[in-house]
């Protein structure tokens, strides 16, 4: 079975520091990779998500992630927090599995953004 | 065009009640997925359907059941409801299969008492 580790179940920074949320997956097939962003009493709403390509992948609201194969990482920043960032964030795994679509969510990291 | 909708917004049932939780994808999207999320957790992977057909199931009992009709909107049906059933669950569409972008529902909050 495929897993997502999200460390940190919650992070504080401080307005204008950098971002940092940590994702680490586990496949043996090649994975898509997803982050998403969970308002409080909200649905999810997308970040960025690598498929192939380019490893470096922009999201929405100044967000990135870089997928590391070697590493099985795909951690999620931002250069300058705003109040706006916090939230609930979610790493995901889509991936193949005796053709059927499987899908893993991490357990999410609640970012405090401090004034 | 809209998002994907979920109805009922909040849900109350008794244990051992069934319930039945509905979506409506974008339009011109044909995949739909369900997810459970209870409280403090991440979203647990419950079905897919594409074009009407399950394409992606995760580890829930057979209490669990869904289905996709001709116009893709879809049901989540649970039957003999238990407190762990409470929970938000959340539908997600998309336009393809594997790997493409899924847009979320604002979901469906129930209770089970």
């Known amino acids: 079975a495929q897993s997502v580790t999200q460390l940190g179940s919650h992070v504080s920074v401080s307005e204008g520091a950098l971002v940092l949320l940590r994702c680490n997956y586990s496949?043996?097939?090649?994975?898509?990779l997803f982050w998403y962003v969970q308002y409080p009493n909200q649905g999810l709403q997308l970040l960025l998500k690598?498929?192939?390509?380019?490893?470096l992948v922009k999201g929405i609201n100044g967000f990135e992630a870089e997928f590391k194969k070697s590493e099985t990482s795909f951690h999620l920043t931002k250069p300058s927090a705003h109040m706006s960032d916090a939230a609930e964030y979610f790493c995901?795994?889509?991936?193949?599995?005796?053709?059927?679509?499987?899908?893993?969510f991490g357990t999410g990291t609640k970012l405090q953004v401090i004034p | 065009d809209a998002g994907v909708t979920q109805s009922p917004t909040h849900l109350i049932k008794t244990r051992g009640q069934h319930v039945t939780l509905r979506c409506s994808p974008i339009?011109?999207?044909?995949?739909v997925s369900w997810y459970q999320q209870v409280l403090g957790q991440g979203p647990q992977f419950i079905f897919q359907?594409?074009?009407?057909?399950?394409?992606g199931r995760g580890n829930f009992p057979d209490r669990f059941s869904a289905r996709q009709f001709p116009n893709y909107s879809s049901e989540l049906n649970v039957n003999a409801l238990l407190l762990g059933d409470s929970a938000l669950y959340l539908c997600?569409?998309?336009?393809?299969?594997?790997?493409?972008?899924?847009?979320f529902g604002p979901g469906t909050r129930l209770l089970v008492l």
């Open positions: 997600a569409s998309s336009d393809r299969s594997l790997g493409e972008t899924q847009y």
């Open positions: 496949s043996s097939v090649p994975p898509y």
């Open positions: 690598y498929t192939t390509g380019a490893t």
């Open positions: 995901a795994v889509t991936y193949l599995s005796g053709g059927y679509q499987k899908v893993t």
């Open positions: 339009s011109g999207h044909k995949s």
């Open positions: 359907y594409y074009e009407k057909e399950e394409r």
